[in-house]
């Protein structure tokens, strides 16, 4: 015991980088403890423990260890982004080396560690150090490293822990030997596939997979919810963008019922980005049959439909490789242009959203051009099925093929028809598009749009009006607030500036951020879409051929939509009294003849609805 007290008071008067190395693990310990209460008395200006960060992390011992663990989790919430870039490496390889074999709560320790690395920007020297781990010899270790790297991408999404860098290491695992192991890089790929959707998923892992395997990921991906989910946590510098954005008007935000809250900042990167890195490329134009040129001319409409179906089909890959598109896109405009089948119209218009997906900036110079413009033109379609699936091609051309700066003309033109369902669908389109552009780029078109936007907001037709108002809310959104707006809204009278005041963003546009839509649109909008989806998986063509009705159009258990109808007599229009029939029971016949007659004026009421029954 003398002895110790001796090792500890000449280790306590020892330089530091001489202490967190000494030989003594409770001189070491102390040293551990002394850097600890160091840190958590600083105020503003951390002492400069950085350097040493990286050798106490891989502490041999287990008591020396804990505290060592603690020292680094106090020196990364508290250290500016520079100092954790410079000791993530070091701190990372060192806490796979020797932490992920120690107890629990080390263990734990060591996973919150990686998860402050990531938050502090430093996911790609935490995978850099935790992939090779899931091939280690020790069971217990690769776990651990599968545990923590489920762990960055629950936490943070594949936008932030690349997927790309995580696949190859787990595609390694499915073999091996530890239950545990393989059981946890199933999870893992299930919780990949949440992130960047199960097709990339499936090209990429579950063909690697036994049978058996398979089969059970495939049960858990048809589980998973539908959309995109939200990071539970954020990076130091997703918060800081979100903290330097001013608030915005709170008339113009979404009701305190709405689910998102105002400043949450979305989701970095969308599930088509990810699967669009992730995947290998696919030749589509090499890929369609000879035959397709000629079926696509075919006088048969039903040959065109399923020509077309065919290259929406090859064009839904994740990424398509470098091709020429010229004669693909002249097909498309020809059917988009000219075709009068609704059913192959509507394919078309599918295989434009499938292409602006998986092909990208190639197909930008179409897209821009001629496409968007025959969209826009279709929008004046009766058929619901045809208008949904143009208004998705436009936003998908949008989305992944340019900006609103680039089709300033072709917007206009299209605020400037004379169907008015073709202009309401349009405003719901721009709105959409400005709530998911850039706040830099969504003002670069305020002088070239909001003063065609207001003026429809003054339209005779109300669903136009309605959308118009929407529109101009989602461009207020988006610039933080009606201010900058104010030059283009001088003609708008009181009544539609209050109206766009206390707008919520109910109707038209969209909440929250800038991909989600609103929980009510129009009319005209709601059902075009709802038709779009009950009428797929080949009902489409019925409704091309005239035989599908407005039943089929519905899901199971829901009854077509049908003309409003008057909740209650009184609000139904007075007719002519229809003949009362003939009671068929002396009893009847008496309780009727004791009934009071009907004053003038109001409909005849059936006797069964005084009694409760009707």
């Not at 049960?219 to 001013?246: K, N």
């Not at 379609?381 to 072709?410: G, P």
Request: charge should be positive; hydrophobic fraction near 45%.
């Amino acid at each position: 015991m003398e002895d110790e007290e001796k090792q500890l008071r000449a280790a306590a008067g020892l330089p530091l980088e001489e202490r967190v190395q000494h030989k003594f693990w409770k001189a070491r310990k102390e040293a551990y403890s002394w850097m600890l209460s160091e840190v958590e008395r600083s105020r503003g200006e951390l002492p400069a423990f950085g350097p040493q960060l990286a050798t106490i992390s891989g502490d041999v011992n287990q008591g020396a260890q804990d505290v060592a663990c603690d020292v680094v989790l106090a020196f990364l919430a508290a250290c500016g982004d520079e100092a954790a870039v410079k000791c993530a490496a070091g701190v990372a390889g060192a806490l796979v080396a020797k932490a992920l074999n120690s107890r629990p709560a080390i263990v734990k320790k060591a996973s919150d560690i990686m998860l402050l690395l990531v938050e502090r920007g430093c996911a790609a020297d935490v995978l850099a150090a935790t992939t090779p781990a899931f091939s280690h010899k020790t069971p217990k270790v690769a776990l651990a490293a599968l545990d923590a790297t489920h762990a960055c991408v629950a936490a943070f999404g594949a936008a932030v822990v690349p997927a790309k860098a995580i696949m190859p290491a787990l595609a390694k695992l499915f073999d091996a030997r530890d239950v545990k192991v393989r059981d946890k890089a199933k999870e893992t790929v299930v919780e990949l596939a949440r992130w960047v959707g199960a097709p990339p998923i499936r090209q990429l892992l579950l063909e690697k997979m036994r049978d058996a395997q398979k089969a059970e990921v495939e049960s858990w991906l048809a589980d998973l919810p539908p959309g995109r989910p939200t990071p539970a946590r954020l990076t130091r510098a997703e918060q800081a963008r979100a903290a330097a954005q001013p608030p915005p008007d709170a008339a113009l935000q979404p009701s305190a019922t709405a689910a998102a809250p105002s400043r949450a900042p979305p989701p970095p990167a969308d599930d088509d980005d990810a699967a669009y890195d992730l995947c290998e490329p696919v030749d589509v134009v090499a890929a369609l049959p000879k035959a397709f040129w000629a079926a696509v001319d075919d006088p048969k409409w039903s040959v065109r439909r399923d020509a077309l179906a065919q290259l929406r089909s090859l064009a839904e890959t994740p990424r398509a490789a470098s091709a020429s598109w010229h004669d693909v896109v002249a097909a498309l405009k020809k059917v988009l242009g000219k075709d009068t089948n609704v059913a192959c119209v509507g394919e078309a218009a599918a295989a434009v959203a499938a292409l602006a997906r998986s092909v990208r900036k190639p197909l930008a110079q179409f897209a821009r051009g001629t496409l968007l413009a025959l969209c826009f033109e279709r929008l004046k379609d009766k058929t619901a099925n045809v208008t949904a699936q143009c208004s998705s091609a436009a936003l998908s051309m949008h989305r992944h093929c340019f900006r609103l700066a680039e089709v300033e003309d072709a917007v206009r033109a299209a605020l400037a028809v004379a169907s008015p369902k073709a202009k309401e669908l349009t405003l719901v389109w721009l709105g959409e598009c400005v709530e998911a552009e850039a706040r830099s780029d969504a003002a670069r078109v305020h002088a070239g749009l909001l003063p065609a936007v207001a003026a429809l907001a003054a339209d005779a037709v109300p669903a136009t009006r309605d959308a118009a108002v929407g529109c101009l809310a989602a461009f207020a959104r988006r610039a933080g607030g009606l201010a900058p707006l104010e030059r283009y809204l001088d003609k708008l009278d009181d009544r539609r500036k209050q109206q766009l005041k206390v707008r919520d963003g109910r109707v038209g546009g969209t909440q929250g951020s800038g991909r989600s839509r609103g929980k009510a649109r129009s009319r005209a909008w709601r059902w075009s879409v709802r038709a779009a989806v009950r009428c797929s998986g080949g009902r489409a063509q019925d409704a091309a051929a005239g035989t599908v009705s407005a039943s089929k159009c519905s899901a199971p258990g829901e009854k077509a939509p049908s003309p409003a109808r008057p909740a209650t007599a009184a609000a139904r229009p007075a007719t002519a009294a229809a003949p009362a029939r003939r009671p068929t029971t002396a009893a009847a016949r008496g309780k009727t003849a004791a009934a009071p007659k009907a004053s003038s004026g109001k409909a005849a009421q059936p006797a069964g609805e005084d009694r409760g029954i009707g």
